[in-house]
């Protein structure tokens, strides 16, 4: 636990411009140096290093932007929230938590566990609760991935999202391991459907934005499920509060405990470099920067995290 020095708030969140995320940005620019960016879907590793960006959505819904503002890249991970959000909101949360555990995260996001003991997945965060996830989302063929698209398309109020079909072929075509997962559900009775199902699942994943999109993503959840203009159509406390809780145990696979340390906060991360955080009541960050550390998660996007963690004291402990 080398993260930990104390946290000393300097300043207000109200008090945020773009000036102050700035500073942040550039202090933490260098440490994509020190990670990775995804090479084990060929696609991915095209990504460029040094690209970088911080936004907010504060509570008023205005947003701030810093960085390489208009660099898309994929949602990855990002998107199982969404997808858990449309589950839950079609079927109930018993339905679906029927299928699966609210278990926290100890294991790597591509881990088996628990498909060969107690035949669930552990969470809807792994990719295994999640494949499971967004087969539990009605609509023949490519419907229940249209309804994820269109939620993203929703939230951001940003209707020129789309996915990445490079990306998407990428995934499909060396995602053995998924598709080993999605299998071995099959066999335990918990997915009924065909391939289709799995694509849905390498589809969602290859859905591009921004950070600024990313924030908009964490200031709806932080806010009940009401998006950053205040429309409420889908306001529902009790999804946000389940989103969140997932977000807080194992948004960011095995580190999520050493994270929720060190930040506090429900985030979630996918290997495209994003991160999203949702400070509840209050703001939705953003983050990118594509370099990973062991764990799958964003470095420098990490590391300007913690830095906004501690300069407006936003831990929720
Ligand atoms: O399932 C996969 O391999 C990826 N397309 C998504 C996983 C992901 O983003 C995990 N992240 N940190």
Do not use: W
Request: aromatic share 10%.
């Amino acid at each position: 636990l080398n993260a930990v020095t104390y946290a000393q708030k300097t300043a207000d969140i109200s008090t945020v411009s773009e000036k102050a995320l700035s500073s942040i940005l550039e202090k933490n620019r260098s440490y994509y140096t020190q990670g990775k960016v995804a090479d084990y879907i060929p696609e991915l590793g095209k990504m460029d290093a040094k690209a970088i960006a911080l936004s907010v959505v504060d509570k008023n819904g205005n947003i701030y932007n810093t960085g390489d503002v208009h660099k898309k890249f994929t949602m990855q991970s990002i998107s199982k929230i969404i997808a858990l959000m449309i589950a839950v909101n079609e079927k109930g949360e018993a339905h679906i938590f029927d299928k699966m555990g609210y278990f926290g995260s100890d294991k790597p996001f591509n881990h088996f566990s628990n498909l060969e003991t107690t035949g669930k997945p552990l969470n809807p965060m792994m990719n295994a609760g999640a494949i499971l996830t967004t087969s539990l989302i009605s609509g023949e063929g490519e419907k229940p991935f249209l309804k994820i698209l269109d939620m993203v398309r929703y939230i951001t109020k940003n209707p020129g999202i789309d996915y990445s079909k490079s990306v998407y072929e990428s995934e499909k075509s060396t995602g053995h391991r998924n598709r080993g997962m999605f299998y071995l559900m099959k066999n335990n009775g918990l997915i009924s459907g065909n391939e289709d199902q799995l694509d849905n699942y390498f589809k969602q994943c290859s859905i591009e934005l921004t950070a600024e999109d990313l924030a908009k993503i964490g200031y709806f959840f932080a806010h009940q499920c009401v998006r950053f203009d205040g429309d409420d159509k889908y306001k529902n406390t009790e999804v946000a509060k389940l989103v969140e809780s997932q977000m807080l145990v194992a948004g960011m696979y095995e580190f999520s405990g050493e994270y929720a340390r060190t930040v506090g906060l429900p985030s979630k991360s996918g290997v495209g470099g994003g991160i999203t955080v949702s400070v509840p009541g209050k703001i939705g960050i953003g983050v990118f920067s594509p370099s990973l550390d062991q764990h799958g998660n964003s470095l420098a996007g990490y590391h300007m995290i913690l830095d906004m963690v501690k300069q407006y004291g936003l831990s929720i402990f």
